[in-house]
């Protein structure tokens, strides 16, 4: 069955430093992964996905199939990245999101 | 392109009771997932509809059900309520990227 690990609740970084959320999964197929962004009082929202290999509001992640991971970073965090940051996976024919219990980031002024 | 909206927004009901929770569709899409989200916890896969069809379901009893409509609407139902069964339901539309709604906020006293 796919599992999906975020092993931090929260996580705080000082405006300007760089910002690295874990995430960690199992899977037995060809895992197409995300990331999913809740800022305040707001829905949950797609903030990237692996196969498109875009960069959001300066946010990146890169698969390691070897190590199992998809680490979500950004160089520089900004205030307005304060947020609970869900890893998720899609498996199945309804192609069904599994997701991690989220990291909550905030960034420090 | 209106995004996905839920109703109600929260409401209470007691041990035994049953629910019914809507959902309407981002317009153009016909695929609607129903999540559970666990305080602390991230969004579990509840069952996915597919042009009024159920298309997957997660490791839900029986007494959660659903329904989608001819305009691609959706229902939650859940029967006989049991007090864990307290959370937020969460309902996006698409498949390939998923669009969430704000979420049903349900306590079971």
């Known amino acids: 069955a796919q599992r999906v690990t975020q092993p931090e609740k929260l996580l705080s970084v000082f405006k300007g430093a760089p910002v690295e959320l874990k995430c960690n999964y199992s899977?037995?197929?060809?895992?197409?992964l995300f990331w999913y962004v809740q800022y305040s009082r707001q829905r949950l929202q797609l903030l990237l996905r692996?196969?498109s290999r875009e960069s959001i509001k300066g946010f990146t992640a890169d698969l390691n199939k070897g190590e199992t991971s998809f680490h979500l970073k950004k160089p520089f965090a900004q205030e307005e990245d304060s947020a609970m940051y869900y890893c998720?996976?899609?498996?199945?024919?309804?192609?069904?999101?599994?997701f991690g219990s989220g990291t909550q980031l905030t960034v420090l002024p | 392109e209106t995004g996905v909206t839920q109703s109600p927004t929260h409401l209470i009901k007691t041990r035994g009771q049953q629910v019914t929770l809507r959902c309407s569709s981002q317009s153009g899409h016909n695929t609607v997932s129903w999540y559970q989200q666990a305080l602390g916890q991230g969004p579990q896969f509840i069952f996915q509809?597919?042009?009024?069809?159920?298309?997957g379901r997660g490791n839900f009893p029986p007494r959660f059900s659903g329904l989608q409509f001819p305009n691609y609407s959706s229902e939650l139902n859940v029967n006989a309520l049991e007090l864990d069964d307290s959370a937020l339901y969460l309902c996006?539309?698409?498949?390939?990227?998923?669009?969430f709604g704000p979420g049903t906020r349900l306590l079971v006293l």
């Open positions: 996006a539309s698409g498949q390939e990227t998923q669009y």
């Open positions: 998720a996976l899609t498996s199945g024919s309804a192609r069904q999101l599994t």
């Open positions: 692996h196969i």
């Open positions: 899977y037995s197929g060809s895992p197409e």
């Open positions: 509809y597919y042009r009024e069809e159920e298309n």
